[in-house]
């Protein structure tokens, strides 16, 4: 607001007539700061010199500048000051043209009358107390409004939690012309080692007062602002220590300094500092719990990928080539791990077994239950004498049905031992997708596409829903240039994204065993599982499912 060296509004008077100037000054100086300019342009010096007036009253008639022009010129300069021209009845044109530019708030007509014109002065400096004060607080409406807005703005371009800390400093500092600001993080209601600062780059370096710990120590105690002022190195100062809280959290102490400044901090600004504050806390709280689930989540990831490398680890990688046989297998899970498995193994007595799971459910859990089949099957396929298929099956189960049925979880799977020197091959279904056999020659022989494929039927039930395992087993004879084929649900049930006229099936259908043997038939021999599943993937681009596929072909 516009006042003198004192508690006085500032009020100026302009007339070329001095007689008229030291009455108007007589008239108002006990109440007002008077300031007097014999001409319109040394009014405007002296507003340039001196700033806004509360009030100028200033005569129409002046030479070089008239009333009106002058006061003109000080609406854009001062817009709340008010304006009182004094004209006399002869002047209706300049009046009217001061009226309707709303440059005047009244005007008083010479000779004046001296009661008259002090209700005036009065009624105009009250209405600029008003308004001043409606502009005041509009513009800290604004001003906050805006601080907010940079607050924010300038919080949300920060990439993680400790840009966002130093953003937060730099731009209090900036925007409350401190001198200097100080961010220290808490974490447990202990200040960290860390430390974001902000320097005004008008200013040197600045000592931080002894008492600054005492102020700390007692905004981390209580949670409330605290404030001092007072004198250090000889200059006024203002050191205010804000918490930045979030609900029940203290997430940081912000220190601000203001040293010899010319416009000290009014209760407004404290006011507006703390509520930036509350602002930035809460957008700190939000950055915290991200960089903790970011932090939760890349740890999560390195954990998956350590198990995924230990799963991977658990399927063979490698096996004998057999004189009679090609074996082929490859598991894709659909996660970093995954239930579906297979199995490779070479008995002493020569017996080659083949197997292929699948876990119910996806991720962790199901990868538990796939390495302790794993384990389990292997102990019994190292017998000394190559065991039946179905007495493995009813082993699995004894072993995993009390984990499985606890969990809700069951496996699917085939078991299979191909014997070299009599070529049967028998096998044990639990609950899973049928095997399938068919040779090449039958495929090239005739139209693949009437060709009727040959799924080996006996199955049980799956693993973990009975105590003891019931189902039947088959066994049949490979001859030469057959393939004896095991695959996951992850592939029949793959869902159809690029449709492949020559299968027949339309976008959104799933595969089945169906699609999969019209694909077999445009296989070219000997049969290539990665080009099978490249052309899978390339139908069916989504994986939904752990895949799992496995093939033994007799040579």
């Not at 000592?207 to 002022?229: H, K």
């Amino acid at each position: 607001m516009s006042r003198g060296k004192g508690s006085k509004l500032k009020l100026m008077v302009v007339d070329d007539e001095i007689d008229n100037l030291d009455l108007l000054y007589r008239t108002f100086r006990r109440d007002f700061d008077v300031y007097r300019a014999d001409s319109a342009f040394k009014a405007l010096e002296e507003l340039d010199e001196s700033g806004e007036m509360a009030v100028i009253i200033s005569d129409q008639r002046m030479p070089e500048m008239n009333g009106t022009e002058f006061l003109s010129k000080t609406v854009e300069r001062f817009p709340d000051t008010i304006r009182i021209l004094l004209t006399g009845y002869t002047d209706v044109e300049d009046l009217v043209e001061a009226i309707n530019s709303g440059q005047v708030f009244k005007y008083i007509t010479k000779p004046w009358n001296p009661e008259e014109l002090k209700a005036v002065v009065q009624q105009a400096s009250e209405t600029y107390k008003v308004v001043k004060q409606s502009t005041n607080i509009l513009r800290r409406a604004l001003r906050r409004e805006a601080l907010f807005n940079a607050v924010m703005s300038a919080i949300r371009e920060s990439l993680d939690y400790r840009s966002m800390l130093q953003t937060i400093v730099e731009t209090v500092g900036e925007n409350f012309e401190a001198t200097r600001c100080i961010l220290r993080p808490v974490e447990g209601d202990r200040l960290t080692p860390d430390s974001f600062s902000y320097l005004n780059p008008d200013t040197g370096s600045i000592d931080v007062p002894e008492e600054e710990d005492s102020l700390i120590a007692t905004v981390l105690e209580s949670r409330q602002t605290q404030l001092v002022q007072g004198d250090n190195n000889g200059k006024d100062s203002t050191r205010l220590v804000v918490p930045l809280s979030y609900q029940k959290d203290l997430l940081a102490v912000m220190s601000v300094y203001q040293d010899g400044s010319a416009t000290s901090w009014s209760p407004e600004d404290i006011q507006l500092i703390e509520g930036v504050t509350e602002q930035a806390a809460l957008a700190l709280s939000q950055a915290k719990l991200y960089q903790r689930t970011e932090e939760q989540a890349q740890q999560m990831m390195a954990e998956l990928e350590v198990a995924r490398q230990i799963q991977t680890n658990l399927l063979r990688q490698s096996w004998p080539e057999f004189e009679t046989a090609r074996v082929q297998a490859s598991c894709y899970p659909a996660r970093a791990v995954g239930g579906d498995f297979f199995e490779v193994y070479v008995h002493a007595q020569g017996d080659i077994w083949v197997a292929v799971g699948d876990v119910s459910g996806k991720g962790v859990p199901a990868a538990l239950f796939m390495a302790s089949a794993i384990s389990v099957m292997r102990r019994e396929l190292a017998q000394e004498t190559s065991p039946e298929p179905e007495t493995v099956m009813m082993n699995l189960n004894s072993a995993l049905a009390d984990d499985l049925m606890g969990n809700n979880c069951f496996i699917t799977m085939v078991v299979a031992r191909y014997r070299p020197s009599t070529r049967e091959l028998a096998y044990a279904n639990a609950g899973h997708i049928y095997p399938l056999v068919w040779s090449h020659q039958m495929l090239t022989s005739s139209d693949a596409a009437t060709v009727e494929p040959n799924f080996l039927k006996a199955r049980g039930i799956p693993l973990g829903i009975l105590p003891v395992w019931r189902g039947t087993v088959g066994s049949m004879e490979l001859n030469p240039g057959e393939v004896f084929l095991l695959t996951s649900d992850g592939l029949t049930e793959a869902t159809i994204t690029n449709p492949d006229s020559s299968i027949g099936h339309h976008k959104g259908s799933m595969l089945e065993q169906e699609g999969l043997w019209h694909l077999i038939g445009q296989e070219n021999h000997p049969l290539d599982l990665n080009h099978l599943l490249a052309r899978v993937r390339e139908i069916a681009q989504e994986q939904e499912d752990d895949q799992t596929i496995l093939s033994l072909e007799v040579l």
